[in-house]
């Protein structure tokens, strides 16, 4: 099964974040979670975590690009 990371509301002021750097790539197995990213809100760089176990498929927005709340940005299988 085939879960996709929609990007959470992560700031009060914002609904547009940078994904700073991915911690994982395509083929990795991650824990649930899992820090899977840093991304950077108006005010913070936070963490990201992996919603579920399994492998990374795809990461669906690249680094240093922008994301909104509710856009996928990653699908884990697990």
Not at 5 to 23: F, M, R, S
Request: charged share 25%; proline share 6%; with cysteine.
């Amino acid at each position: 099964m085939r879960t996709t990371l929609t990007l959470p509301k992560l700031a009060e002021t914002t609904d547009v974040i940078v994904i700073d750097e991915w911690l994982v790539a395509p083929g990795d197995a991650v824990d649930e979670g899992q820090a899977l990213a840093n991304v950077e809100t108006d005010k913070a760089i936070v963490e990201l975590p992996s919603p579920s176990a399994g492998t990374v498929v795809e990461l669906l927005v690249p680094a240093g690009e922008e994301a909104s709340t509710g856009d996928d940005i990653c699908v884990i299988e697990q």
